[in-house]
């Protein structure tokens, strides 16, 4: 039983060391940015180009890769949750500033910048169509705007921005982006209207461009952990739920598949960028490397005929902001009866989804309690302390049990010396003469673990706790307490719960663990703060629990010496 529980101690302290270089890779500071080959310090260079939005043989077009970017004139438009530059070289969604993120809870007015055209973090939204016969607008053509500001006023529920392309055939197309207010949904409509002497015939596609981030360095459990801090493509049809396409697929090989009722997106630690395309309609989707450095996912419709005289609007949506997993869940496809979206996947919490989802879920239901996230995590503890409460109380049985026998350990291990297989079988046999199940102390700790390592990635991942304050001094969960104050009371609540446990026999892991509290209470000052916040409550209400069963072993033993040294029939007292 000592060299179990030992071994799942020093697991423990390897999963909470690796977590701690997965946090620090994803949130500690950062290198700064190299200058690129030919590049001005001031970042002053062309811009990359997408040309080659799908596979030759869809769209007989080449990818010109070093092209620049180009720009023209800009419409800013602003709502009440985000600010958008749209170019109209392309009629490009180029920039989208998120208001009511910050990068830092200290800088409230410096904003997230989900979309940019910026060279190291090219990041753009793209629309269009493509036709055998020409006369189509894609996202190198020049739209007109009438107007370069547009803002959401009080009392405006949806704001209207549209950008218009001609040609000298009598096409016309008004490519039309609705901001809603408070959403984070953006539709578009591009009306062709057809006063040609011929039938026009053209594909609208939809698509994101980005440039691949530098690749982290890290250890091996950040490795895996990439899943949960993934940034990439992602494809979603009914059929093949959330596959994720990253940088690596694209420069392999260009997807090309075929289905509906999908959607396409690129995803990031607490935001994303997806386009929805009309539901029920046979889709294209599509990914494209453009010069091993710049990525393109995309979808792209059937191809419509507009007979002469006559108008049609084509329609998408492109979502633009936080992982909200409610948010994302109301989404509705564009057609009754379609498969759901399940954009909430987005919100990945990696391989202990199973468990994460409901850890997320009951501390959401006191959120709404107590419109605090901390007191979220603390109430969630307890009700999951109580779910585990007769597990752990026959396991602190036990403990106590084997703590009762500690003295009885002692004297066998004094008489038989180095002999360890001797000394092991005289255990065993006291042990099973005791009825005393040495492997019950080691159940708190594997049930905690899937819990432990399934909450680290739903305040990784979740962005409803990001920058979350709790209470005093902390005021962000999801980074690390500022004064290392829950750290140390850590360290101290698992001292106190090592004294309650049975010591081993083995010197050297009697040492070792004499350092864990130390070593995790280095380990936790780095974790986010909602997590340490997680342990110092469970290790509170074990420590009640582990002492109230202790006393009551201990209690009921020396009842039974008193009973069985001096009570009747013994001769130690009188009737």
């Not at 075929?258 to 995803?267: H, L, Q, R, T, Y």
């Not at 663990?513 to 290790?539: E, Q």
């Amino acid at each position: 039983m000592d060299n179990l529980r030992f071994v799942l101690f020093v697991l423990f302290a390897y999963l909470s060391y690796e977590l701690w270089l997965a946090w620090q890779e994803d949130y500690g500071p950062k290198p700064p940015i190299a200058v690129v080959a030919g590049q001005s310090p001031t970042g002053a260079t062309a811009k990359p180009n997408p040309l080659g939005t799908q596979t030759q043989a869809v769209t007989n077009a080449s990818a010109v890769a070093g092209d620049a970017l180009k720009e023209g004139q800009r419409i800013t438009v602003a709502t009440d949750v985000m600010k958008v530059e749209i170019d109209a070289n392309g009629g490009d969604i180029r920039e989208i500033d998120l208001n009511a993120y910050p990068k830092e809870k200290v800088k409230p007015d410096d904003p997230v910048r989900l979309l940019s055209d910026e060279p190291q973090q090219l990041f753009v939204s793209q629309s269009g169509f493509i036709s055998d016969g020409g006369g189509v607008p894609n996202h190198h053509s020049v739209w007109k705007a009438a107007q370069t500001d547009y803002k959401l006023g009080n009392g405006q529920e949806e704001l209207r921005v549209p950008l218009t392309w001609t040609n000298d055939k009598g096409i016309t197309v008004t490519k039309t982006y609705v901001f809603k207010k408070g959403s984070y949904l953006i539709e578009m409509e591009q009306q062709v209207d057809n006063q040609s002497p011929a039938v026009w015939q053209g594909r609208q596609y939809t698509q994101l461009q980005r440039k691949q981030p530098e690749k982290k360095t890290g250890s091996a459990f950040s490795a895996s952990s990439a899943d949960r801090a993934y940034i990439g493509g992602v494809l979603h049809t009914p059929e093949n739920k959330y596959e994720k396409i990253t940088f690596d697929n694209m420069k392999d090989k260009d997807l090309s598949q075929d289905g509906k009722n999908g959607w396409v997106a690129m995803i990031q630690h607490y935001f994303m960028a997806a386009w929805i395309p009309p539901a029920q309609e046979e889709l294209h989707f599509y990914t494209k490397s453009l010069d091993d450095q710049h990525y393109v996912i995309g979808a792209m419709e059937p191809t419509t005929e507009v007979a002469q005289g006559q108008t049609t609007v084509f329609k998408s949506r492109l979502y633009a902001g936080p992982k909200l997993q409610r948010v994302l869940e109301d989404i509705k496809p564009s057609v009754e009866g379609a498969p759901l979206l399940d954009l909430q996947l987005t919100e990945d919490f990696g391989k202990l989804t199973i468990f994460a989802q409901p850890v997320f879920w009951l501390i959401e239901q006191f959120y709404k309690i107590f419109n605090n996230w901390g007191w979220g995590i603390v109430f969630a503890t307890i009700v999951i302390k109580a779910l585990f409460y007769k597990l752990s109380e026959s396991s602190y049985r036990s403990m106590a049990n084997m703590r009762k026998l500690q003295p009885k350990l002692t004297a066998l291990k004094e008489v038989h010396g180095a002999d360890k297989q001797a000394f092991n079988q005289a255990m065993m046999d006291l042990y099973r003469k005791e009825k005393v199940n040495p492997l019950g102390g080691c159940l708190p700790i594997i049930v905690q673990m899937p819990v432990f390592i399934a909450l680290y990635w739903v305040l990784s991942e979740a962005v409803e706790l990001r920058q979350a304050p709790f209470i005093f001094w902390i005021q962000d969960l999801s980074a690390r307490d500022p004064y290392f104050i829950l750290p140390l009371i850590y360290g101290v609540s698992m001292f106190i719960q090592q004294q309650l446990n049975p010591q081993p026999q083995d010197p050297i892991q009697a040492q070792v663990m004499k350092w864990f509290p130390i070593m995790f209470t280095f380990f936790f000052a780095f974790f986010p703060s909602g997590l340490v916040l997680y342990w110092v409550v469970n290790n509170i209400l074990s420590i009640i629990q582990q002492a109230y069963i202790t006393k009551q072993v201990e209690g009921r033993s020396a009842l039974f010496v008193r009973g069985g040294t001096t009570g009747p029939g013994t001769g130690g007292g009188s009737a």
